[in-house]
């Protein structure tokens, strides 16, 4: 790719030297000139000195315009080019009876701008390489900016409409923890439980969109493709959810507050891409599903869960054991959404299809409106598997429910605060 690259610059170049010998000879700007061409390029330092630097302006101009619209060129195409370039020299040096200018001098000419733009060349990409890497540390992990500073062409900063994975994350009760801990100690913990998110997101490969208080948005898919954002953005949330029990246990002890991190996780189309005024912008992703990702996290408080995920993320994890917790519509939208939550470390393995049959047959009899016998039943998975709290929430529903019971029922309950 490189020689092919650099075989066709050399080709363009040399067409635009043999423009510039055309325009010499046609134009009667240049008519004032013929007397030094006549006596030879050899002979007249003036005139080399002119030919070239038109030569090699009128490489650059077609050098640039046909860059401009064609990234690549084939092997074949740019020797054929070049010969072409090499060609138009000695046919118009031949045709005009321009005796004292050599092929070879002109080749030389056109190869000397040649280098010349691709030298000049070379120091802009670096520094639009580095301009990529210092834009995009802060989103990315150190080894997808170098990708993206090697194949820069992967790379789009204009908003696009694309299929992504969007993680929101916040601690469960952090406003009681910024009470009882002076503000110097809070900013060092929040430094370091962020740095410790951020580790793991740039780990599975994601991309931290930004930080909201004592909450985080990242998202998977872009810049750069991944075939399995869904999965890489679960097990992102599974380890900060292992992290952030290591990491409170201590101040969780200190403080007597119980401290976690609850993440909602949903995948669909959003826009993507640099948004923010003229002077200042951010690479972030905005849309409906962006905020159905919003709206998902908090409603881990009524479930006592740490992280729920939307039916379209759960989906494409089939090797990552996940378990049902229920159909809701969340304030804000018209369309349901079935909820998932990991089985570990609720259940292990061998108990998690257990649990998995006997609550989607609560569940089952729960969108019947047959409250009672869901009650019942969800009691009886709670005696069993104590752990899962969804359980719990889903066995206080159906009580409510029995009391006042609802004038029409479809099965999905309707959120209608955010959280």
């Not at 004292?100 to 040649?114: E, N, Q, R, Y």
């Not at 990491?247 to 669909?268: E, H, P, W, Y």
């Not at 849309?287 to 990702?293: I, K, M, R, S, V």
């Not at 005696?383 to 029922?409: G, N, V």
Request: aromatic share 10%.
């Amino acid at each position: 790719m490189k020689l092919s690259r650099s075989l066709r610059l050399l080709g363009i170049s040399c067409v635009g030297a043999g423009l510039a010998l055309f325009l010499q000879h046609r134009l009667d700007a240049f008519s004032d000139l013929q007397a030094l061409f006549d006596g030879g390029l050899a002979t007249s330092g003036s005139a080399a000195m002119l030919r070239s630097i038109v030569g090699a302006a009128a490489g650059a101009v077609l050098i640039w315009k046909l860059e401009a619209r064609q990234k690549r060129m084939a092997l074949g195409e740019a020797v054929l080019l070049s010969w072409f370039g090499l060609f138009s020299i000695s046919y118009l040096a031949a045709h005009f009876g321009v005796d004292g200018i050599p092929v070879v001098s002109f080749s030389l000419t056109a190869l000397a701008s040649t280098f010349g733009l691709y030298a000049a060349r070379s120091v802009f990409n670096e520094d639009d390489r580095l301009r990529l890497a210092h834009a995009f540390r802060s989103y990315v992990s150190p080894a997808l900016v170098d990708e993206l500073v090697a194949n820069p062409e992967a790379l789009k900063l204009e908003s696009e409409r694309k299929e992504l994975t969007i993680f929101f994350s916040d601690i469960q009760n952090f406003t009681s923890l910024s009470e009882k801990v002076p503000p110097d100690e809070l900013m060092s913990i929040l430094n370091r439980y962020f740095s410790g998110v951020t580790e793991i997101i740039f780990r599975y490969g994601g991309t931290l969109d930004k930080f909201m208080g004592d909450g985080v948005m990242a998202f998977w898919n872009a810049p750069t493709d991944s075939v399995n954002h869904q999965k890489l953005a679960t097990l992102a949330a599974i380890d900060v959810d292992a992290f952030s029990r290591e990491f409170f246990k201590d101040i969780s002890a200190r403080t007597g507050l119980a401290l976690s991190t609850r993440v909602g996780l949903n995948t669909g189309h959003v826009h993507v891409g640099n948004f923010g005024s003229e002077s200042r912008f951010t690479y972030t992703a905005v849309g409906d599903e962006a905020n159905l990702a919003a709206r998902i996290e908090p409603l881990n408080t009524r479930y006592k869960t740490l992280i729920l995920m939307a039916n379209s993320t759960a989906e494409r994890c089939v090797d990552i054991p996940l378990l049902f917790v229920d159909e809701v519509i969340v304030k804000g939208r018209s369309n349901a959404v079935k909820l998932f939550t990991p089985a570990s470390p609720v259940v292990d393995e061998s108990a998690r299809s257990v649990l998995d049959q006997l609550y989607k047959g609560a569940f089952a009899k729960y969108r019947e409106g047959n409250f009672t016998a869901a009650a019942v039943e969800f009691e009886s998975i709670l005696e069993r598997f104590p752990a899962f709290s969804p359980a719990e929430t889903l066995r206080e529903r159906c009580r409510d429910l029995m009391k006042t019971p609802p004038l029409s029922w479809d099965g999905v309950f309707r959120y209608n605060e955010k959280s």
